[in-house]
Every structure is written in structure tokens, then in C-alpha cells.
């Protein structure tokens, strides 16, 4: 019952035979036990292909705090013992069974367990489980300037909070329903972290009203998790408010305002100017265009406001002539 593999690595030391009742030998029942021990050819070093564990699932991907079972099963009949070892914990040993199974609570980041068995005193081999252990994050947010200046770039920052591993981190940015960038992130970290993302826009017409949110993935491939741990943030309006400054009919200076209320609310944006004789008189207003992106009304929502002409003092200094 023993394949060409175990045979050219065991030799049978010893056949010991119990007779079980107390029928005469011819028609006993006889029950034996095989003592296994290295060839002259062996060590007690198990390779891959001599190693008589199997473990199912091979590798572990839960969340914190998930309970999971794990089997490991021997390919050997006879054995001295075979067991469970999980961190610094006492291991609880079998005899004479076939397979042990753990059930493994995933509440140590940093958790490591693995499948024993002595085939005899001197012959010991292992399996180590491959444990990851993932969290989502608490919180996923985008955040940007409240006040743009159109033509101008500026970032979008999408904030995460407690997240774990980072090496099997993937950000997608979504405009509307569109991806418009990928990020992978690199790192060796297995405890929670915080990451902060960037992406770049640059504010503009097109830009008004756009709906901007990150998705945040954690991919572990085929052994993974049957549907992609996934959290997303709110999405983020960037620049629906745009305000246009004029003096006279000329446009001085352009901002766009983001948010995210839904109530009415009140704003207020400045403009900075030099007095100077040239500034005297003229005339300046401010209009502002709600722009609510492709979805909207087709004419932009406009209001203007009264003109504010500029008074600009000058003051004059006596001229003496000395005669």
C-alpha cells in the first residue's frame, strides 16, 4: 500500500503483529503496525514531492475577524502523531487519524499556521497555510479645492482610511460612470494604513457639474474571494458654481466654486484690485452660472449683479515756487 516514492525513502524497520480474540492463530484477526524509519539514502528533511500533507483550501483570504476551516490530510495510513500548530499556541495532537482540521480565527494580522505529522521518531514534516488577512477601508472620501480658477490645475484627493494589505490595493477614478484612471498601489504593509490618492484635473467649462468618486479594490487573484472586496466613495461635484468677474464689458477673472450641499447656501468670492486713476469710474459685476453637468438644463442657469463703479480719491499736493 505504499508507493515506489515511499519506498525508495522509508525502509520497514519493524512489523509488529497483535492477535486480536482469542481465536487460535490460524484464524485470528491480526493487526499491524508498521515502525518507519530514514533509508540509508534519507534524511528527515520532507521535500515537495515527499511531503505527505495536503491542505484544503492551500491558502487562506478572509476578512478580520472571519472564522475559516481548514483540513489537512495525510497520504500515510500509519503515523506517530500529526497536528495543528497555529502561532505560539499549544498544538493538539492526534494519533492513528488520517486528517486534522483547524478552525482558524483571522484576528492576528500577522497569523501563521501549519500541519505536523510524525511519521516516526526521527522522520517529521510540515505544510505552512498561507494566511492573508484583508480589512476594508472605515472610509473612502474625495476631497478638492472649494475655489478654482478656471484654466488652472488642481488635485482631487481620495482619502483612505484603514486599509489592509496595501499590496493588494487598486484604485479606479470614476467620472460620471466613466474610469478615467487607474492606480495600483505599491507597499509591503499587513497591518491597517492610511493612503491618499491624487488625481489631477483642470478646471474649465467641461469640468462644471462633473461628478468625480474613487473605488477602492482589494484584488487577491484566484484563491480570492468570490466577489472582489470593494468600497467607494460619495461622489465629489467639482465646480458647479462658476463665477465670472467683468469690468466694464471685459471678463477680469474667472471662478469655479465646488460643493456638496444640497440646500441653498450662501458664497462669497473676492476680487482683488489696485486703486489707481486708470480704476476710476469703471465698472464691475460679478455673474454667476450653475452648472450641472451633462444632465442639466440646456441653457445655464445665470444670474448678474448690479453694477459697482469704482471711486477712486486722488489727492493732490500743493506746488510752491520759490522766487
Same mark, same amino acid.
Given at each position: 500500500f505504499y508507493t515506489k516514492s515511499h519506498v525508495s525513502w522509508f525502509m520497514i524497520c519493524a512489523v509488529h503483529a497483535q492477535v486480536l480474540g482469542n481465536e487460535s492463530p490460524v484464524n485470528s484477526v491480526f493487526k499491524f503496525k508498521l515502525s518507519m524509519c530514514p533509508s540509508t539514502e534519507a534524511n528527515s528533511t520532507c521535500t515537495t514531492e515527499t511531503n505527505p500533507l495536503t491542505l484544503d483550501p492551500p491558502e487562506v483570504i478572509g476578512r478580520y475577524d472571519d472564522i475559516v476551516m481548514v483540513n489537512c490530510t495525510t497520504s500515510y495510513d500509519f503515523h506517530d502523531k500529526m497536528y495543528w500548530k497555529v502561532g505560539q499556541a499549544d498544538p493538539?495532537?492526534?494519533?492513528?487519524?488520517?486528517f486534522v482540521t483547524l478552525p482558524l480565527t483571522l484576528s492576528n494580522w500577522s497569523l501563521n499556521a501549519k500541519c505536523n505529522i510524525n511519521i516516526n521518531d526521527s522522520i517529521e514534516c510540515s505544510k505552512n497555510l498561507e494566511i %492573508? &488577512?484583508?480589512?476594508?477601508?472605515?472610509?473612502?472620501?474625495? &476631497?478638492?479645492p472649494d475655489v478654482m480658477v478656471?484654466? %488652472?490645475?488642481?488635485?482631487?484627493?481620495?482619502?483612505?482610511?484603514n486599509v489592509t494589505p496595501l499590496q493588494n490595493l487598486n484604485v479606479k477614478w470614476y467620472r460620471g460612470n466613466e474610469t478615467v484612471h487607474t492606480q495600483i498601489v505599491s507597499g509591503t504593509s499587513v497591518t491597517p494604513v492610511n493612503v491618499s490618492l491624487t488625481l489631477m484635473v483642470t478646471a474649465g467649462r467641461d469640468l462644471g457639474g462633473a461628478h468625480f468618486r474613487c473605488e477602492v479594490e482589494l484584488i487577491f487573484g484566484a484563491n480570492g474571494p468570490e466577489f472582489i472586496p470593494t468600497a467607494t466613495s460619495s461622489p465629489y461635484t467639482a465646480a458647479n458654481l462658476k463665477v465670472k468677474w467683468y469690468r466694464g464689458n471685459e471678463t477680469v477673472h474667472t471662478q469655479m466654486v465646488s460643493g456638496t450641499s444640497v440646500t441653498p447656501v450662501n458664497v462669497s468670492l473676492t476680487l482683488m484690485v489696485t486703486a489707481g486713476r486708470d480704476l476710476a469710474g469703471a465698472h464691475f459685476r460679478c455673474e454667476v452660472q450653475l452648472h450641472l453637468g451633462p444632465n442639466g438644463p440646456e441653457s445655464i442657469p445665470t444670474v448678474t449683479s448690479s453694477p459697482y463703479t469704482a471711486a477712486v480719491h486722488c489727492e493732490f499736493l500743493p506746488i510752491f515756487s520759490l522766487m
Open positions: 493538539i495532537e492526534e494519533e492513528e487519524i488520517s %492573508t &488577512v484583508y480589512k476594508l477601508p472605515d472610509v473612502v472620501s474625495v &476631497v478638492g478656471e484654466g %488652472t490645475e488642481y488635485p482631487l484627493v481620495c482619502d483612505i482610511i
